[in-house]
């Protein structure tokens, strides 16, 4: 079981409420619109952080949102280390993330076997 390294919770809390406000406000790049990130982690020397994000569309434009993150990941990190007070401001890399998709896939399938139940007499 991982230990708990509450600096880096606290960080990845803090980049997890700074970094919508920096990509709507000062990304530019049109590959990159509406998302929402839904997690950051921070390893415990601080020096990485994995972000995590959804976005609505299709694979084609997941693919052009994480291409415009990953090209303005340098940019969002300098804006990153002028609002934290860091020392050193973590290497982000930014993941897509499957887990609302496939929540809403398992959310259809308990549907569909709920609906076909009902449609069957109980045996008993």
């Given at each position: 079981?991982?230990k708990?390294?509450?600096?880096?919770r606290?960080?990845?809390?803090?980049?997890?409420?700074e970094?919508?406000?920096?990509?709507r406000?000062?990304?530019?790049d049109p590959?990159?619109?509406m998302?929402?990130?839904?997690e950051?982690e921070?390893?415990?020397?601080m020096?990485f952080a994995k972000?995590?994000?959804?976005?609505?569309?299709?694979?084609?434009?997941?693919?052009?949102?994480?291409q415009?993150?990953?090209?303005?990941?340098?940019?969002l990190?300098?804006q990153?280390?002028h609002?934290?007070?860091l020392?050193?401001?973590?290497?982000?890399?930014f993941?897509?993330?499957?887990?609302?998709?496939?929540g809403?896939a398992?959310s259809?399938l308990?549907e569909?076997?709920?609906?076909e139940?009902?449609k069957?007499?109980?045996?008993e």
């Amino acid at each position: 079981m991982p230990k708990d390294f509450p600096r880096a919770r606290r960080v990845a809390d803090q980049i997890q409420r700074e970094l919508p406000e920096l990509i709507r406000q000062e990304v530019k790049d049109p590959r990159v619109g509406m998302l929402t990130i839904t997690e950051v982690e921070v390893n415990r020397d601080m020096e990485f952080a994995k972000v995590y994000f959804t976005t609505m569309g299709g694979e084609a434009e997941h693919a052009a949102c994480l291409q415009g993150l990953q090209r303005a990941s340098g940019f969002l990190r300098s804006q990153l280390s002028h609002r934290m007070q860091l020392r050193v401001v973590p290497k982000l890399t930014f993941v897509y993330d499957r887990s609302v998709e496939h929540g809403m896939a398992l959310s259809r399938l308990i549907e569909t076997a709920v609906a076909e139940d009902a449609k069957h007499p109980k045996d008993e």
